[in-house]
């Protein structure tokens, strides 16, 4: 069943839209391809304490490089409480 979850996971990244919301309830809409979906799901995985909305913002802040992104997370990227 974990890969039935992960699949849906992958799938509700790919379906097109990571929303970010602000303040108001304004959003940012930020278009993933499956690849980039993909690279968010992975980086969720080694991050699960740090919110979906902040690794999807960093991911792009870094142009998608999953690397540079995990890197950053994982020193902290002024996200520690």
Known sequence: MQGEHEHEQEH????AMEEEQGGEGEGVEVELSEEES???TRLQAMFPHIPQMMIVQTFTAVGKDE???????????????
């Open 12 to 15: 509700d990244n790919a379906n």
């Open 38 to 40: 993909a690279a968010v």
């Open 67 to 81: 690397a540079l992104c995990a890197n950053l997370l994982m020193d902290g990227g002024g996200f520690n409480d």
